[in-house]
């Protein structure tokens, strides 16, 4: 059942689904880019992202860690150490979704066909902040493929908020070109224009020449052509953050955007040159949530409980 805001509710609670799991010796439940109404995937046929799946409001758990001092052109995000949070997304009036039974599918969710028959998407029993599930995301092409992450479409905001909580597997970042996390975007089936949520590790992002690399908060269009937000502090593999976007949507012609990261504003560079936050020249109709390559790629990308509301959850 969904309700006017299309908050989501309640399912079987992580601790029945994690006790049947364990009887059965079962530790993920398995979702690869196309799924049927039954919520089984063939990753190579391509099949279309439908079904009965749905999203939870969990219990959630403690995000971790602060990010890290923006001195010295590239700063750590901090070791995921003495951070405290709100225990859930269940206050947010427009989606809260957990992760914790399945990879949703139908409404609110829009059905999509991925074609990347490599793209991964499974719930990891076990594996969220707080010991229930969370999404997991593997085996993205280093093109991006518009059509395989989950698609949400947004009601018309003039302010809003998304929260998530990432978890990046594998070795640290290091040098990929751009790597997302979620995004925010004018289109359901294209790429271009949109809000990046990720990492930049190369060049693309510097600061008067010398790589500045980091999360990142990047506007495909905006004023004078791409306009990406390089923050400099780099994630470390392994260790959860909470993330928050807060985007204003207020002015006719220009959306504008900051991202946050264990509670804490991210000061930005924008070709060098600091930048208050992120301007766009679009709209935001669509949340896309996994892991999506622009070249390079991640082990794998964890998300748990992602959010939409027009008052911040804040993560502490």
């Known amino acids: 059942m969904r309700s006017s805001t299309h908050r989501l509710d309640f399912r079987p609670s992580p601790r029945s689904l994690t006790i049947g799991l364990a009887f059965f010796g079962l530790s993920s439940l398995t979702w690869a880019c196309s799924a049927s109404d039954t919520g089984s995937v063939d990753a190579g046929s391509g099949g279309s992202i439908d079904g009965a799946g749905g999203g939870l409001v969990g219990t959630g758990g403690a995000a971790t860690g602060g990010a890290g001092p923006a001195s010295g052109g590239t700063a750590s995000g901090g070791d995921g150490s003495g951070g405290t949070t709100s225990t859930d997304c269940s206050a947010a009036d427009i989606l809260c979704e957990t992760f914790d039974s399945a990879v949703p599918s139908g409404a609110p969710w829009v059905a ?90 190369d060049s693309s992002c510097n600061n008067s020449g010398a790589v500045y690399a980091g999360f990142e908060i990047g506007a495909t269009k905006g004023p004078g052509g791409e306009f990406t937000g390089c923050t400099g502090t780099v994630p470390l593999a392994d260790t959860w953050y909470c993330l928050e976007v807060h985007v204003d949507q207020n002015d006719p012609t220009t959306m504008y955007s900051n991202l946050y990261s264990n509670g804490a504003k991210l000061n930005t560079l924008v070709h060098s040159q600091p930048k208050d936050r992120v301007e766009a020249l679009f709209k935001a109709n669509y949340l896309k949530v996994g892991m999506q390559s622009y070249s390079g790629v991640f082990d794998s990308l964890l998300i748990d409980e992602i959010s939409v509301s027009t008052e911040r959850l804040p993560c502490e």
């Open 112 to 201: 999509k066909t991925c074609s990347d028959p490599n793209y991964s998407m499974t719930i990891s029993a076990g594996a969220g902040e707080a010991g229930s599930g969370a999404l997991l995301t593997s085996g993205a092409s280093s093109g991006a493929n518009t059509s395989c992450p989950l698609h949400y479409e947004l009601p018309e905001l003039a302010e809003f908020w998304v929260r998530a909580r990432i978890k990046i597997g594998g070795a640290n970042p290091a040098a990929q070109h751009e790597v997302t996390f979620f995004e925010l975007g004018e289109k359901a089936d294209a790429d271009d224009p949109e809000l990046r949520i990720g990492y930049r590790g």
